[in-house]
């Protein structure tokens, strides 16, 4: 009975991995090739959008990190984010800026950097998903802050600000522009 329960957990898994790489194969190629047009969505992917939607498995995969992708446990170059936080003290003056969090391991780096994927849906249509998935990214926003907040005993607040990567076009680097511009994309005081 135990080696049962232990191979349908397995099996579960495997299929919850499977339908989930399934899903983000049809979200890559119809938002790439359909992203402005209407379209019969095809049985196999309204399943697996049904699936991955519904309430235990989007729990399940938001707290492992399924939902992220294998960004999430190796390294890539797809956060194109970067996060500033000011923080105060309780007669408003600044005592510190920084970009970064202080870490205590890299993996803790690696993960941090890799959570910024999830931001792109919040500069993608506000009508994809669930308001209460912008709420998720809102709270790991102050999550994060609030633990930068932590690292100064003085702070009182902490503005933080998500923007996005501005990179110089080929034209402009070609012209010698060679540093990039931060777009604003969201900005929380706490």
């Known amino acids: 009975m135990k080696r049962k329960l232990q191979l349908s957990g397995i099996f579960t898994l495997l299929l919850l991995v499977f339908i989930i790489g399934l899903k983000g194969t049809f979200d890559g190629y119809y938002g790439f090739y359909y992203e402005n047009k209407t379209y019969q969505k095809p049985l196999a992917y309204t399943a697996c959008e049904n699936i991955t939607q519904s309430l235990p498995v989007s729990m399940f995969t938001s707290y492992t990190g399924f939902d992220t992708g294998y960004g999430f446990y190796a390294p890539n170059v797809a956060s194109d984010f970067v996060m500033s936080f000011e923080l105060k003290d309780e007669k408003g003056t600044i005592l510190e800026e920084k970009m970064l969090p202080s870490f205590k391991s890299k993996e803790s780096r690696v993960r941090y950097t890799t959570v910024f994927n999830m931001f792109l849906d919040k500069i993608s249509d506000q009508n994809r998903y669930d308001k209460k998935y912008y709420k998720y990214l809102d709270l790991i926003i102050q999550q994060i802050a609030e633990n930068v907040m ?15 990567y501005d990179y110089p076009t080929i034209a402009d680097f070609k012209k010698g522009k060679m540093t990039e511009n931060f777009i604003l994309i969201d900005e929380f005081k706490h």
């Not at 005993?153 to 503005?159: C, D, E, G, L, Q």
């Open 150 to 164: 932590k690292e100064n005993s003085k702070a009182t607040s902490v503005t933080t600000k998500l923007y996005l």
